[in-house]
T-cell receptor, first 114, second 115 residues
């Protein structure tokens, strides 16, 4: 699976949008981009994933560049409870059978400030 | 709808002992993966079980073994515990029969401390 590069830390003011970047320049055509977050003392929580189109759900939006070499996770109105480590993961799609494991990097520590 | 549940939440062992950790997957999921997360690091993949067989394995020694039961629940066993085995052990579940772009869902882990 392709490696990802994320900034180690970011701050965001409460109520503002948090934009978390991720570089995955070696991504291949059948690899998805996943975002998870991990709040202190909890397990990772799935946020969103996408292949090449922008995606939105109740938690966040995922913007993937046209060449797919980078992406941005957007939390539209950050709250204090969004303070967490955010992981960007690139994962190979296989057509059937058991799912491929997730390869976590170091992630970005997002701190939402009051 | 219960999510992934793990037991126990905390555990203290001494070097050389053996430990068994347990995981019940999210309802409707049949694939279980185990991860080890050392303090300050991202989770590292240990292995994955599907249809009661180990399907994939990360770079972990044979001291780490597992099992999956017919009800899809799973156990992680670690023998001859070392101080370096102190970590948060995470279980994740997913559906194996659908295309693997489906996300894995994690439990809150078992915190294992080795004295």
């Amino acid at each position: 699976d392709a490696k990802t590069t994320q900034p180690p830390s970011m701050d965001c003011a409460e109520g503002r949008a948090a934009n978390l970047p991720c570089n995955h320049s070696t991504i291949s055509g059948n690899e998805y981009v996943y975002w998870y977050r991990q709040i202190h003392s909890q397990g990772p929580q799935y946020i969103i994933h996408g292949l090449k189109n922008n995606e939105t759900n109740e938690m966040a939006s995922l913007i993937i560049t046209e060449d797919r070499k980078s992406s941005t996770l957007i939390l539209p109105h950050a709250t204090l409870r969004d303070t967490a480590v955010y992981y960007c993961i690139v994962r190979l799609l296989i057509s059937s059978g058991s799912a491929r494991q997730l390869t976590f990097g170091s992630g970005t520590q997002l701190t939402v400030l009051p | 709808d219960a999510g992934v549940t793990q037991s126990p939440t905390h555990l203290i062992k001494t070097r050389g002992q053996q430990v068994t950790l347990r995981c019940s997957p999210k309802s409707g999921h049949d694939t279980v993966s185990w991860y080890q997360q050392a303090l300050g690091q991202g989770p590292q993949f240990i292995f994955q079980y599907y249809e009661e067989e180990e399907r994939q394995r990360g770079n972990f020694p044979d001291r780490f073994s597992g099992h999956q039961f017919p009800n899809y629940s799973s156990e992680l066993n670690v023998n001859a515990l070392l101080l370096g085995d102190s970590a948060l052990y995470l279980c994740a579940s997913s559906q194996g029969q659908v295309p693997s772009n489906q996300p894995q869902h994690f439990g809150d882990g078992t915190r294992l401390s080795i004295l």
